[in-house]
């Protein structure tokens, strides 16, 4: 069975969920793969409830929406409520902590993290949840490398913010590294 | 332009094919899901010396593209739904006039404003008559990213061939997504070019001249002949008329310039279908959808091929009766997003012979490759 | 003023199935515009005229340009579309008043507003008349129309105003008893680079002096002459002299940055990137 990867973000509108999941997406077609990014959202630009499904695959994706999921991540209860679809039996969960309070505890792995507390308390900046996130995220699949996906990160930021993105994924991580 | 290869959305792809196919001019009016398609023409437009408007409304940006046709550049606009509604006046007007003008409809649910963003296939008989009168419609449903930009470059060449308003029914999962696509270098593509026409001894132009086949050649204003073109029934020279054979004979042929020459406008993917017992007539991003759901419906032992039209306007009668008449099959399932639409043309070339099964989804989400198969699971 | 013109030159030889009732203002403004276009020396091949629908869009279909006759209220949006793609032609649009300021209000106030190189020429003669007489946004009050039988109690456009307001850079009124005063006008504004409005203050008995006691075209004439008023006399004369009474004459006349100016030369700025 060839390589196949699934992952679902779900967010609130404005944390940069869609852009975190593109980075994912750049970084696998640096590395080789085919990836697509598809994401989801309503006409409320601040504040409503958004995700993105990452596809990563050797083989040709033909369908450009999740099916089975192997990584499913919510930063906030309603895209949390609202996305927990398509999962698989041994599909890992990533949640944040002080957010997401009403969890299913289903017999799927779920790892919490404070992420938008890491975010305001160590970058500064609530806007670099995703990219924290993703961080996280790599750490714990390990499913492209770092340098890639730093790179995919630079190749996508507004001028000027190349910095501090590259701080908010370290972070995630580092964060990550420990539940690996 | 050296390195092409990169992370497109399914907007910034047309917006891109549009160019390369010869695009000169854009004007539209904002709205989602199509916007991105807007926001690259205005990047790119005036770099190339194109030009790019953004119109006081939907109608008007229409408008604009039909008059900037006549003076010899290559239009488009795109819209979504809501917008097309609008566009449809002059959808007709471009249609009469014989106006080649390429539309975008990222379609998304509805009526009315409907559900902004979410996707839907709900615009696809609005696509054939969403204006009034008896017209002819050329309309492609691109089912993936690659489709997205080498449709489009198609989109043009048709409307150029066959002189007419062409559509591309993209839908917001198509629009929105990112992937890697490898952009061809614009000088390989098999782009038709416009032929305008230059009288030869003082010949006087009839932009609707019925004696060189069933496309008139294609004129333009400011080259030192002059014509007329209007919205009423017209005869060869575009003068308008009341005369009952000059237009039932215009009329006629306006449509049969599409009908006549349909195996060169009909496209379609036939994916898993050698061995296949049931088909899974599906287009646009349910189409990809279709395709997984026969790899998976495979593995659990059911032989299911898709039939994926990449041109849904002329309808596929020929290859789908085709299809039919082998009698290879024990019955087609229709899936698309909305609430029955194409399943009746099916039905309609069907004539009965195969059992039809329907999936039709509309709740602002997209019909899953997951869907498809648990339909079929029901139902055949 | 120069002097014999060939009109025939400028009429369509081909087609001359003509709508107009005899009487109709629709001939003298045309004439005014042949005058205009023939004394500027403007090739035919250099200009394109779009119309709308109504009495006044026919004659995009008479006259030998390149002509495009279009939808009810919206030869200004395909115009401006033909003058973005062929900067350097002449683009004139004639509509009514329901066409430019009804139906297509929204396209004549964007044309004023991005003051695009169009030579936009409004016949009014303050109503419907091809539909065969409904009220339109600048019937007079107390006039009886087939849609205000009891006579009209809604308001009206100024055109002029409305043209002003949104930004238009010539414009100006002018009757059809005045072809001189008209055809210098229309020449001004074929010059002027910008978007220019030419208000004709036209008539209709058939479908408007007919229902108002002016059942001549020589009453309709009449009573224009009694309530239009030159901008030089009206300037002398009170607010209550001025009720009800049309002003003609030319009311603005400024430069402002044009439209296709500015975005070609957004275009050569870029040009190599």
Redesign the interface.
């Known amino acids: 069975m060839s390589f196949h990867f699934e992952a679902r973000f779900g967010a609130i509108g404005g944390q940069g969920i869609i852009t975190a999941g593109a980075f994912l997406a750049t970084a696998a077609i640096m590395q080789g793969m085919n990836a697509v990014q598809s994401p989801t959202y309503t006409s409320q630009v601040r504040g409503g409830p958004t995700k993105v499904d990452v596809i990563i695959s050797e083989d040709e994706i033909l369908f450009n929406r999740c099916t089975k999921l192997d990584l499913f991540l919510a930063t906030a209860q309603r895209p949390y409520d609202l996305y927990y679809t398509d999962l698989k039996d041994d599909t890992l969960v990533i949640l944040e902590e002080n957010l997401v309070k009403n969890v299913r505890e289903d017999g799927r792995k779920i790892i919490k993290v404070p992420i938008i507390e890491l975010a305001e308390k160590e970058i500064g900046l609530t806007v670099t949840t995703s990219v924290i996130a993703t961080g996280i995220v790599v750490a714990v699949t390990e499913i492209v490398k770092p340098d890639l996906m730093k790179e995919a990160i630079l190749s996508r930021v507004p001028k000027g913010t190349e910095a501090i993105n590259i701080k908010a994924f370290e972070l995630g991580y580092e964060v990550g590294k420990k539940y690996r | 332009m050296s390195n092409r290869k990169g ?1 497109y959305t399914g907007n910034e792809l047309i917006a891109l094919a549009a160019i390369d196919a010869g695009c ?2 854009y ?1 539209g009016y904002p709205i ?1 899901p199509s916007s991105e398609i807007m926001e690259v023409m205005s990047k790119e437009l ?2 190339v ?1 194109g ?3 953004q ?3 939907e ?3 229409m ?11 290559k ?1 488009m606009t795109a819209s979504s739904g809501p917008g097309i509604s609008l566009k449809a ?2 959808i007709g ?1 471009a249609c009469i006039t014989e106006t080649p003008v390429v539309i975008v409809n990222i379609m998304r649910g509805g009526p009315s404003t409907g559900f ?3 996707p839907s296939q709900s615009d696809v008989m609005q696509a054939r008559w969403g204006t009034h009168g008896d017209h002819p419609t050329i309309a492609i449903v691109p089912g993936n ?1 690659q489709e997205m930009y080498y449709e489009t470059v198609r989109a043009f060449n048709l409307a150029e061939k066959f002189r007419t308003p062409v559509f591309i029914l993209g839908d917001e ?2 629009g ?5 696509v490898e952009l061809p270098d614009p000088s390989e593509l098999d782009v038709v070019e416009r032929e305008i026409f230059q009288p030869k001894d003082g010949e006087k132009y009839k932009p609707f001249d019925m004696s060189k086949g069933d496309v008139p050649p294609m004129g333009a ?12 029934n017209h005869n060869e ?1 575009g ?2 008329t009341i005369e009952k054979d000059m237009i039932r004979q215009q009329q006629e042929r306006m449509m049969k310039k599409v009908e006549n020459h349909a195996d060169e406008i009909v496209k379609n993917e036939l994916f898993n279908m050698e061995d296949a017992e049931y088909v899974i007539f599906a287009y646009g ?1 349910t189409g ?2 279709a ?2 759901a026969s ?1 998976v419906l495979r593995e659990k032992g059911k032989k299911v091929g898709v039939f994926r039209p990449i041109t849904i306007w002329p309808f596929p009668d020929k290859q789908l009766d085709e299809v039919i008449a082998s009698g290879k099959y024990k019955g087609i399932m229709v899936a698309e997003a909305n609430l029955g639409q194409i399943i009746y043309e099916v039905e309609r070339v069907n004539k009965g012979r195969l059992p039809i099964k329907d999936l039709l989804k509309l709740d602002g989400t ?1 019909v ?3 869907d498809i198969v648990n339909r079929f699971e029901e139902v055949f | 003023m120069a002097g014999y013109i060939n009109f025939e030159y400028y009429l369509r030889q081909d087609y001359r199935n003509l709508q107009w009732c005899p009487g109709c203002g629709d001939g003298a403004i045309l004439q005014a515009f042949f005058r205009a276009v023939h004394e500027l020396n403007i090739s035919k091949d250099d200009m394109a005229v779009v119309s709308g629908i109504g009495c006044s869009g026919r004659i995009s279909g008479y006259i030998d340009f390149n002509t495009m006759h279009t939808t009810h209220g919206r030869p200004v949006a395909f115009a401006t579309g033909i003058k973005l793609a062929a900067p350097d032609k002449y683009v004139v649009v004639f509509g009514g008043d329901g066409d430019q300021t009804a139906i297509g209000g929204n396209h004549f106030i964007h044309a004023c507003r991005r003051n695009i190189d169009l030579t936009i020429i409004v016949i009014n003669n303050n109503v419907y008349g091809m539909t065969g007489g409904q009220y339109s946004p600048t019937t007079p009050t107390g006039f009886k129309t087939q849609t205000t039988p009891y006579g009209n109690y809604d308001s009206q456009f100024d055109i002029v105003n409305l043209a002003i307001g949104a930004g238009a850079t010539y414009v100006a009124r002018e009757s059809v008893l005045k072809p001189v005063i008209l055809t210098k006008y229309i020449k001004k504004a074929l010059q002027h680079k910008g978007c220019s409005v030419v208000e004709v203050v036209s008539n209709c008995h058939i479908n408007l002096g007919r229902r108002n006691k002016m059942k001549s075209p020589h009453a309709v004439l009449d009573w224009i002459k009694e309530h239009t008023v030159p901008l030089s006399r009206a300037k002398k004369m009170s607010e209550e002299e001025l009720a009800g009474k049309v002003v003609t004459g030319e009311f603005v006349e400024i430069e402002k940055p044009e439209f296709t100016d500015s975005y070609y030369k957004l275009c050569e700025s870029l040009k190599g990137e």
């Open positions: 992370v000169r001019f004007a989602t005036p770099k010396g030009a790019f408007i119109m006081e409304d109608i008007a940006s408008a604009a593209a039909i008059g900037a046709a006549w003076t010899g550049v239009a006046e002059h007007y902004p963003t979410a990213a999962i198509l929105h997504m990112n992937t890697m204003f400011f080259r030192g002949y002059r014509f007329h073109l209007t919205g009423l020279y003068y308008p991003s990809a959808a395709k997984l790899k997209p899953s490759p997951t």
